[in-house]
């Protein structure tokens, strides 16, 4: 790395001049809000489209529960459901969730909105593509939702799109809902390219001077991991969307046998970005963590070098663990033995970073406001999620759990801490920066506990039904008499109940979120004493361009509690 | 007005220049998807060497040859812009472009053949291979002469000539994609 502390005097001199000249023009509402380059302007339009989708895909989640709880019945606001409409939901309720949620608001919200100020400069390299990049997205997100309303309805072959339930119409039910899923997910893929591709070369290039590579926050390097991670396993997947979309709509070959094709190669390109795509969620998520134990725990982070070598290397392994989603497809049983070892070996390098965040909190001083216990909360459940994941990694056993709600309650034990506890986490910590006012701490807390209890709520039931046996993707279990009985209904009307009760929370924290922006406290620059450059500001929420004058960075990120001095935070920009 | 963020170089590696080998590391997982399926498909399957057979080789060759010299016309460009010669660039560039231009007129005129002669896409997996790899391609290279044609005049008065390198690496990549593709779908029979 070449030291950029050279450049540091010529470039306060052009920060200055290119401030006044912003003074001077007064952005329209279509400029300022719709098509603004400011990296904080984007970063709110994927927010709020990723909460947006997120509504769409919670409602889902209650349909399909609903039915699945009390099957026959006119469920309240959707009214009776049959198998297709059943289909179509789950499908999509996974495809929201971890595409048209977790990604934008966890990468490019939280990236737009958090690389150029951690790292101390005024906006993202590609102002114009990262504008491009939300663009795509949108159009994505539009493709999808109008899915629903073609003949059909939305795609209805699950989310992992198997060939041929997904290639052929006369399967899976929805000849225009099928290429649209396909189309919509391939568009958002590209949206997320050319938002990594500003993500990454942002951070190489653009930090404050000063700041040297162990500088960085852990979720600026988390995100910029993430999005390298992205870049590197969607390729084959974007392949494999052409492929698939060919296949649909023009009858081509890939996955068809009779043509010469063959369905599992959809299986390998799926998981082949799959897998790592668990890590691109992850990363971010975690990262959020870090940086929010840290500032309340007012402790230095335990081992910010293992925690970043750890991440390199479980990117590096999540390349080899994907066929551990195969191991009933036929995949030959040597390579089986292989997959179980790497995904064994995956889970060393996240329990280390799961020990080094217990680690930091030791011996802290904790404060415990709403944030921290998402922060803690996301702890607690990953750790259940990533246990519960050895059981399916394990090629023997995995032939036994394999597409039971056992699988479906562990991936929801990692994603939900890492789409929602983490985004809560990440929400409410940087609200005061983004908006300047505080959110509500006793709304903040009733969310909090109303979302965490009945989340469990949900999944330890589903992981007992799916010990008992209960298959994934069975609209009705009335038709399988060892699977409708009462017991069993009994779990099914727990998760379903707690899933309604956490749904009912969520308005809590929409009430305290709008409440908030005109009620709440105002924030001032750093209410939480953190050190990160994003609290220091001029303006919160910070104008355009950030600073007047652009900061230099003086020391690593995580400085609190210094022995011998007065406060227990050290901003990265302040002189020694 | 740009931002300071885009002026900024702390690895010293231009900006422009790091992200467009951030472009070609993912296109580069694109096409390696989308040939590795194609070859492992290839080694399951020896009858594709038969369909592989009715491919125009010569036509395949020429078009490798068209392409190559469009990328020695990008390096001309590369070297006038180095040396501040705007308008020699200018002129070099759309040599690529018209390189880039018979590539796709021979290729309309392969495919047209191939399609009269009933081999279409949906003919089996080894013709859907066949276009999709060099359509996908080709949408690259029309791609890489759209954006010559939108940055040429910019260079024709010597402004953001670093952009002339940044399509010059931009097409490289397209031609070491085509390298890969002709082998593999003509000549490995």
């Known amino acids: 790395m070449a030291e950029p502390a050279q450049h540091a005097h010529p470039e306060h001199g052009d920060a200055h001049g290119h401030d006044h000249a912003h003074d001077h023009h007064d952005p329209g509402f279509v400029q300022k809000y719709l098509w603004s380059t400011d990296h904080k302007m984007i970063a709110m339009q994927y927010m709020f489209t990723g909460m947006a989708m997120a509504l769409i895909g919670g409602y889902f989640a209650y349909c399909f529960r609903m039915n699945l709880a009390y099957p026959g019945m006119t469920i309240p606001f959707y009214g009776q459901m049959n198998a297709s409409e059943y289909n179509a939901l789950v499908t999509n309720h996974g495809t929201i969730m971890i595409f048209w949620v977790a990604m934008p608001v966890l990468i490019a919200a939280f990236g737009n909105y958090l690389i150029p100020l951690m790292i101390g400069c005024d906006d993202m390299v590609f102002p114009r593509i990262n504008r491009l990049s939300y663009q795509i997205f949108l159009l994505s997100a539009i493709v999808l939702v109008a899915s629903f309303f073609v003949e059909n309805g939305g795609f209805a072959g699950a989310w992992t799109a198997y060939p041929p339930l997904s290639a052929k119409s006369q399967y899976n039910n929805t000849p225009l809902g099928a290429p649209m899923w396909v189309i919509a997910v391939a568009l958002e893929f590209i949206a997320f390219l050319l938002g990594g591709i500003n993500f990454v070369t942002t951070a190489m290039n653009s930090r404050a001077p000063g700041m040297k590579m162990f500088d960085i926050p852990i979720v600026v390097w988390m995100i910029v991991i993430a999005s390298i991670l992205f870049m590197a396993s969607v390729g084959p997947l974007i392949a494999g969307a052409v492929m698939l979309c060919f296949d649909q709509t023009i009858h081509t070959g890939f996955f068809d046998p009779d043509k010469g094709g063959d369905p599992v190669l959809w299986q390998h390109l799926f998981w082949f970005f799959g897998h790592p795509e668990v890590y691109v969620v992850l990363l971010p998520a975690?990262?959020?963590?870090?940086?929010?134990?840290?500032?309340?725990?007012?402790?230095?982070?335990?081992?910010?070098?293992?925690?970043?070598?750890?991440?390199?290397?479980?990117?590096?392994?999540?390349?080899?663990?994907?066929?551990?989603?195969?191991?009933?497809?036929?995949?030959?049983?040597?390579?089986?033995?292989?997959?179980?070892?790497?995904?064994?070996?995956?889970?060393?390098?996240?329990?280390?970073?799961?020990?080094?965040?217990?680690?930091?909190?030791?011996?802290?001083?904790?404060?415990?406001?709403?944030?921290?216990?998402?922060?803690?909360?996301?702890?607690?459940?990953?750790?259940?999620?990533?246990?519960?994941?050895?059981?399916?990694?394990?090629?023997?056993?995995?032939?036994?759990?394999?597409?039971?709600?056992?699988?479906?309650?562990?991936?929801?034990?990692?994603?939900?801490?890492?789409?929602?506890?983490?985004?809560?986490?990440?929400?409410?910590?940087?609200?005061?920066?983004?908006?300047?006012?505080?959110?509500?701490?006793?709304?903040?807390?009733?969310?909090?506990?109303?979302?965490?209890?009945?989340?469990?709520?949900?999944?330890?039931?589903?992981?007992?039904?799916?010990?008992?046996?209960?298959?994934?993707?069975?609209?009705?279990?009335?038709?399988?008499?060892?699977?409708?009985?009462?017991?069993?209904?009994?779990?099914?009307?727990?998760?379903?109940?707690?899933?309604?009760?956490?749904?009912?929370?969520?308005?809590?924290?929409?009430?305290?979120?709008?409440?908030?922006?005109?009620?709440?406290?105002?924030?001032?620059?750093?209410?939480?004493?953190?050190?990160?450059?994003?609290?220091?500001?001029?303006?919160?929420?910070?104008?355009?361009?950030?600073?007047?004058?652009?900061?230099?960075?003086?020391?690593?990120?995580?400085?609190?509690?210094?022995?011998?001095?007065?406060?227990?935070?050290?901003?990265?920009?302040?002189?020694? | 007005m740009k931002p300071i963020a885009t002026t900024r170089s702390a690895t010293g590696i231009p900006t422009g220049r790091l992200a467009v080998w951030w472009v070609i590391a993912s296109e580069i997982v694109i096409f390696g998807g989308l040939l590795a399926s194609y070859v492992m498909h290839r080694i399951g399957h020896p009858e594709f060497g038969d369909y592989a057979a009715n491919t125009a080789t010569w036509i395949g060759a020429t078009n490798t040859f068209v392409l190559l010299t469009s990328s020695l016309s990008a390096v001309l460009a590369h070297q006038a812009a180095e040396k501040g010669d705007g308008p020699t660039a200018f002129k070099y560039l759309w040599g690529t472009f018209f390189g880039g231009l018979c590539f796709v007129v021979i290729k309309s005129y392969e495919w047209t053949m191939e399609i009269s002669h009933g081999f279409v896409i949906t003919t089996n997996a080894f013709w859907s291979f066949y276009y999709t790899a060099a359509g996908l391609h080709a949408c690259h290279v029309i791609g890489g002469m759209a954006i010559m044609a939108i940055i040429s005049n910019d260079v024709k008065n010597n402004r953001e000539l670093q952009r002339v390198e940044l399509i010059g690496n931009y097409w490289h990549f397209v031609d070491i994609v085509w390298i890969f593709l002709f082998p593999l779908l003509y000549i490995a029979k």
Not at chain 1, 412 to 429: E, S
Not at chain 1, 494 to 507: E, G, H
Not at chain 1, 513 to 523: D, E, H, M, R
């Open chain 1, 286 to 576: 975690i990262g959020i963590v870090a940086d929010v134990i840290t500032v309340f725990s007012r402790k230095k982070l335990f081992a910010y070098k293992t925690v970043l070598f750890t991440t390199f290397a479980t990117g590096l392994l999540s390349f080899f663990v994907w066929a551990h989603h195969q191991f009933i497809s036929g995949v030959d049983p040597r390579m089986a033995n292989v997959f179980t070892v790497t995904t064994v070996l995956i889970s060393v390098p996240i329990a280390e970073m799961i020990f080094v965040y217990i680690a930091t909190l030791y011996g802290g001083s904790i404060t415990l406001t709403t944030p921290m216990l998402w922060a803690l909360s996301f702890l607690f459940s990953f750790i259940i999620g990533g246990v519960t994941g050895i059981f399916l990694g394990a090629s023997g056993a995995d032939v036994y759990f394999h597409d039971t709600y056992f699988v479906l309650a562990h991936f929801h034990y990692t994603f939900v801490p890492i789409a929602i506890l983490a985004v809560f986490c990440g929400v409410t910590y940087w609200y005061p920066k983004m908006f300047g006012r505080m959110m509500n701490e006793t709304l903040g807390k009733i969310h909090f506990w109303g979302t965490f209890i009945p989340f469990n709520g949900i999944f330890i039931p589903l992981f007992m039904l799916g010990l008992a046996g209960q298959h994934r993707r069975i609209w009705s279990y009335e038709n399988f008499p060892e699977l409708a009985r009462p017991e069993m209904y009994e779990l099914r009307h727990f998760a379903t109940v707690s899933l309604v009760i956490m749904l009912l929370f969520q308005f809590v924290f929409i009430f305290n979120f709008f409440w908030s922006l005109v009620k709440g406290k105002p924030a001032g620059g750093n209410p939480w004493q953190a050190n990160t450059l994003e609290w220091t500001t001029d303006e919160t929420p910070p104008g355009h361009g950030n600073w007047k004058d652009l900061p230099t960075c003086y020391r690593g990120p995580y400085e609190y509690s210094v022995p011998g001095r007065e406060q227990d935070y050290w901003p990265q920009n302040q002189p020694s």
